[in-house]
């Protein structure tokens, strides 16, 4: 035993134990002991099944719609054609009313990218549908027809249940088709997707390959074309890439993907909010100018206190850069929008801010760090019950695979955190209460690795942290 008498030797291991107890209480929540079966992220090639062109002359792919206004009474369909334009027309019918078919006339755009030239890409919005009510709708008019359907939302009001599906940074690998086909088997259908940023990845491809762009929307469209994804732009959206003359970002991503951000007094399709249901969405861009005077600042500025609780209980923000982040990648990239803007969402009591980028998961505890005014030495994250949990979804499963190293120890905001693939799903029940689960790839349908039930912040402000009963 050398240095210790057996008696002082079991005080020093009690002692030792005292110590990494205290080392347990004084870390955050949950680092997953998870072990994952180490699989190839690689991209499917373009061969494969997900990538089919549909058959047909100038049969409309990459079928894809979005809410068309702030209520959801207008939904964006968008689609592309490959050997000529073709009819911008989309025709469409309630269920309830099969023999009164209905045309809304859309547009088409081109574009070039280096050498790449685009499909005709079709934009169509549909408005004045029905509340809660399935649509059948068919695109390629006079030549090779398809038809889709979707259901619009209920009417805006504060006890309206809806259930919101979670994806971010999902890229088109193997990966990110188990990823969808997990979010599609799931039990809880989720009725509408926030994606959080960070679509195709063509980016990372020689002269960033906009074929990619074409093959992803072909990939997502057994979704998309059913039920609205909300957009974010993510980094791999930009597509900045002055080396071969493309000096206008986001390019390709505003060619293709369309918004109704005007219709929330926005000046630019990266910024914007919806109603929907019970929930206001709002949508903010990391990667477009947020500092003051910006246009995005005093878009956010006016728009915050618009927000009507009473009408939307459930005010969820989208961005693609984490604020919260314990992983060791993409450090401090969110810091300076949080500085920015943190202490907004504390006073208008967002209830939570889904964020990707980091391709992981973690969700935070409710916490803001807004005290620090340069002088004072106070910057360090404190529990608030104002202040949103903060959830990074970046775990689609695209080709730049899992960031698995952490900060150690784990911070006392993170609530939870695992390097796996997944989706989560916001199942709102009512103006206090909200289901939120976190599926990881691996597991069956049924199956959540990490749960919470959300209050609201404006209802039923309570502590309804994982962690706080210890
Ligand atoms: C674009 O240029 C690259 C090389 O610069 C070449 O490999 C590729 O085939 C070209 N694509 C088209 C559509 O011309
Ligand atoms: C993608 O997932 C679907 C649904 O599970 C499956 O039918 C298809 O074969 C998969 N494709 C690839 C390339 O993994
Ligand atoms: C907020 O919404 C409620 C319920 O729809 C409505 O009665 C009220 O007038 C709205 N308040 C404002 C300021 O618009
Ligand atoms: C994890 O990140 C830290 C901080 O950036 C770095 O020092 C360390 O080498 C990384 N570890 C591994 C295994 O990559
Ligand atoms: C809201 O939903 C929760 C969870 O389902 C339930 O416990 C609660 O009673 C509901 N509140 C009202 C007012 O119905
Ligand atoms: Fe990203």
């Given at each position: 035993m050398g240095l210790f008498g057996s008696s002082s030797f079991v005080v020093f291991l009690l002692g030792l134990v005292l110590l990494l107890n205290i080392a347990v209480f004084c870390n955050g929540g949950k680092t997953s002991t998870f072990v994952r079966k180490v699989e190839k992220t690689n991209d499917m090639p373009l061969d494969s099944d997900v990538f089919q062109v549909p058959h047909g002359y100038n049969a409309p792919q990459q079928v894809h719609i979005t809410q068309g206004?702030?209520?959801?009474?207008a939904v964006i369909v968008s689609w592309v054609t490959v050997e000529e334009p073709g009819s911008s027309k989309v025709l469409y019918w309630s269920e309830w009313h099969r023999k009164q078919k209905k045309v809304a006339e859309g547009k088409f755009t081109t574009y070039k990218f280096y050498n790449y030239t685009s499909g005709y890409i079709h934009h169509c919005t549909i408005r004045n549908l029905e509340f809660n009510t399935k649509y059948y709708y068919v695109v390629g008019v006079g030549h090779t027809e398809r038809k889709f359907w979707f259901t619009t939302p209920p009417?805006?009001?504060?006890d309206v249940p809806y259930t919101f599906g979670l994806i971010g940074d999902l890229g088109q690998s193997f990966d990110s088709n188990r990823t969808l086909t997990h979010y599609e088997s799931n039990?809880?259908?989720?009725?509408t997707v926030l994606f959080v940023g960070d679509l195709s990845y063509a980016d990372t491809y020689p002269n960033h390959d906009n074929a990619r762009w074409d093959a992803w929307g072909r990939f997502v469209e057994r979704s998309t074309a059913y039920q609205p994804w909300i957009w974010t732009a993510g980094n791999h959206e930009i597509d900045f890439a002055p080396e071969i003359g493309e000096t206008k970002p986001f390019k390709p991503y505003t060619k293709r993907y369309h918004m109704p951000y005007k219709a929330s007094g926005s000046t630019a399709p990266f910024w914007y909010s919806i109603k929907r249901a019970s929930a206001h969405i709002i949508v903010l861009a990391s990667y477009s100018a947020y500092g003051k005077y910006t246009p995005q600042y005093r878009w956010l500025k006016d728009e915050l206190p618009k927000v009507n609780r009473s009408e939307t209980p459930w005010l969820i923000v989208l961005m693609h850069s984490p604020w919260y982040n314990s992983y060791n990648y993409h450090y401090m990239e969110g810091e300076t929008m949080r500085v920015m803007y943190e202490e907004w969402f504390v006073i208008y009591k967002v209830d939570v801010v889904f964020a990707g980028h980091v391709h992981a998961y973690e969700r935070s505890e409710r916490v803001s760090n807004i005290a620090y005014n340069v002088v004072n030495g106070i910057c360090s994250p404190v529990k608030d019950q104002s202040a949103p949990v903060y959830i990074t979804i970046g775990d689609g499963g695209n080709l730049e695979g899992l960031a698995t190293n952490m900060t150690e120890p784990q911070p006392a905001y993170s609530a939870y955190r695992e390097a796996s693939f997944g989706h989560a799903i916001f199942d709102i029940k009512n103006r206090t209460h909200a289901y939120y689960g976190w599926h990881r790839n691996q597991d069956g349908n049924a199956v959540e690795a990490d749960s919470m039930w959300f209050s609201n912040r404006h209802w039923h402000q309570v502590d309804d942290s994982t962690t706080s009963s210890q």
């Open positions: 206004d702030q209520v959801g009474k009417e805006v009001g504060p039990l809880q259908k989720g009725q």
